[in-house]
């Protein structure tokens, strides 16, 4: 028998996947799913025995969440990358990596075929196909609900008649979890118009009380919550979901442009994401001079827009790191942040980098740097080219 590696979630859409493939195409299925940091053992673990209660010859966990964080949420944080102004790219960002694990996979084990459950509809055909067409152009690629074009209803159907158990109801939601957030796709986002229900969240509102929680950064990078230090920063961001997801913080509906020309709505949750992405660049704005913060954004944008249509292995992505990984280097201090019930806020920062010095002068009342008649030549000077236009050219 041939083999295929299948990009497996456990989800309906890489469910019907291994039945599909190894009853109708009579293939051994080789399923692997990559944490990228959203699952916790129990659930890998729960993973792991519904991949074989589906019959696959052998499932794997490749877990990826160390090098995702470091080779690129780094990035997307330096960045304060946020599609579209609203999308921190929870899922555009772990698709890339989880392609590149499933397809080392397939050349280690010399599978003919790879696979994954990505609909003709979306963006994530385009990643995995991308990313497998570069690193193992020779083996082919398998894709049975785009190819088949089939609903959810029809893959439903089609794991009742085969015998098949699952949460059919749960299913009714497309659900993808990682470090760096949660997708959540059901009919709600499928039009213009709709909102997730409650219970479709991932996480449900446990929190009524406000809090307030310091974050600590050094060269902008998360390395202490309250009181407590961290060593690695993936664990700084898992603790902060862990305090600002019960206050119901970081949800939101994205609405998109997808790589294949369609628009596309989308539910996701990110409360670690959005609390640091807003944290971060509150301590940038007074730290940094008003040119890094331009040049930060212009570039941020395009790093963003390149990373969410696959193209994280362009060379031109690296140059891009360099640059953002430079203007880090003074952007340390504490950040306080109020949590409440669907909200938070920026209360204020710390840092000894601030460039809001009062040695400098009070912005509204007084300054220590220069004399009103400073001001006025000052004033003369810059506006001289503009009263020369109206000069000129006045009628």
């Given at each position: 028998?041939?083999?295929?590696?299948?990009?497996?979630?456990?989800?309906?859409?890489?469910?019907?996947c291994?039945?599909?493939?190894?009853?109708?195409?009579?293939?051994?299925?080789?399923?692997?799913?990559?944490?990228?940091?959203?699952?916790?053992s129990?659930?890998?673990?729960?993973?792991?025995?519904?991949?074989?209660?589906?019959?696959?010859?052998?499932?794997l966990?490749?877990?990826?969440?160390?090098?995702?964080?470091?080779?690129?949420?780094?990035?997307?944080?330096?960045?304060?990358?946020?599609?579209?102004?609203?999308?921190?790219?929870?899922?555009?960002?772990?698709?890339v990596?989880?392609?590149?694990?499933?397809?080392?996979?397939?050349?280690?084990?010399?599978?003919?075929?790879?696979?994954?459950?990505?609909?003709?509809?979306?963006?994530?055909?385009?990643?995995?196909?991308?990313?497998?067409?570069?690193?193992?152009?020779?083996?082919?690629?398998?894709?049975?609900?785009?190819?088949?074009k089939?609903?959810?209803?029809?893959?439903?159907?089609?794991?009742?008649?085969?015998?098949?158990e699952?949460?059919?109801?749960k299913?009714?939601?497309?659900?993808?979890?990682?470090?760096?957030?949660?997708?959540?796709?059901?009919?709600?986002?499928?039009?213009?118009?709709?909102?997730?229900?409650?219970?479709?969240?991932?996480?449900?509102?446990?929190?009524?009380?406000?809090?307030?929680?310091?974050?600590?950064f050094?060269?902008?990078?998360?390395?202490?919550?309250?009181?407590?230090?961290?060593?690695?920063?993936?664990?700084?961001?898992?603790?902060?979901?862990?305090?600002?997801?019960?206050?119901?913080?970081?949800?939101?509906?994205?609405?998109?442009?997808?790589i294949?020309?369609?628009?596309?709505?989308?539910?996701?949750?990110?409360?670690?994401?959005?609390?640091?992405?807003?944290?971060?660049?509150?301590?940038?704005?007074?730290?940094?001079?008003?040119?890094?913060?331009?040049?930060?954004?212009?570039?941020?944008?395009?790093?963003?827009?390149?990373?969410?249509?696959?193209?994280?292995?362009?060379?031109?992505?690296?140059?891009?790191?360099?640059?953002?990984?430079?203007?880090?280097?003074?952007?340390?201090?504490?950040?306080?942040?109020?949590?409440a019930?669907?909200?938070?806020?920026?209360?204020?920062?710390?840092?000894?980098?601030?460039?809001?010095?009062?040695?400098?002068?009070?912005?509204?009342?007084?300054?220590?740097?220069?004399?009103?008649?400073?001001?006025?030549?000052?004033?003369?000077?810059?506006?001289?080219?503009?009263?020369?236009?109206?000069?000129?050219?006045?009628?």
């Amino acid at each position: 028998m041939k083999k295929v590696v299948l990009a497996f979630s456990g989800g309906l859409d890489t469910s019907y996947c291994v039945k599909y493939l190894s009853e109708e195409l009579n293939l051994e299925v080789y399923s692997a799913i990559v944490n990228t940091g959203g699952f916790s053992s129990d659930e890998l673990a729960e993973i792991e025995r519904r991949a074989y209660a589906l019959g696959v010859k052998q499932h794997l966990t490749l877990d990826e969440t160390g090098d995702y964080y470091n080779s690129c949420i780094k990035y997307l944080i330096f960045g304060n990358v946020l599609k579209n102004n609203t999308y921190p790219l929870s899922v555009s960002a772990e698709r890339v990596y989880q392609a590149l694990a499933i397809a080392r996979y397939a050349k280690e084990i010399d599978a003919d075929y790879v696979a994954h459950g990505s609909t003709g509809a979306g963006n994530d055909q385009v990643r995995f196909d991308m990313i497998f067409n570069i690193m193992i152009p020779d083996i082919q690629i398998l894709t049975p609900i785009r190819d088949l074009k089939l609903s959810r209803q029809e893959e439903i159907d089609f794991l009742k008649q085969h015998g098949v158990e699952m949460n059919f109801e749960k299913a009714a939601y497309s659900i993808n979890k990682g470090l760096w957030g949660t997708s959540v796709g059901g009919k709600e986002t499928l039009t213009s118009y709709g909102y997730l229900p409650e219970e479709a969240w991932p996480t449900q509102v446990t929190k009524q009380n406000p809090e307030e929680v310091k974050l600590l950064f050094q060269n902008g990078e998360l390395k202490g919550i309250n009181d407590q230090q961290f060593e690695n920063s993936v664990e700084a961001i898992q603790k902060l979901n862990e305090i600002a997801a019960p206050f119901g913080v970081g949800r939101d509906i994205h609405v998109g442009d997808t790589i294949i020309g369609i628009k596309g709505r989308v539910g996701f949750e990110a409360a670690a994401p959005m609390v640091i992405i807003k944290a971060h660049h509150a301590l940038e704005k007074h730290v940094l001079t008003k040119w890094q913060l331009y040049w930060k954004d212009q570039l941020a944008v395009w790093y963003g827009n390149l990373l969410h249509e696959g193209q994280f292995l362009d060379p031109v992505m690296r140059n891009i790191e360099k640059f953002l990984e430079d203007t880090q280097a003074t952007v340390s201090g504490t950040v306080t942040v109020g949590l409440a019930p669907y909200r938070f806020y920026v209360v204020g920062i710390e840092s000894a980098h601030d460039l809001m010095s009062s040695k400098f002068g009070s912005y509204g009342e007084m300054n220590n740097a220069w004399t009103g008649e400073d001001v006025k030549g000052f004033s003369k000077i810059f506006g001289n080219q503009t009263m020369i236009y109206q000069k000129v050219n006045e009628r």
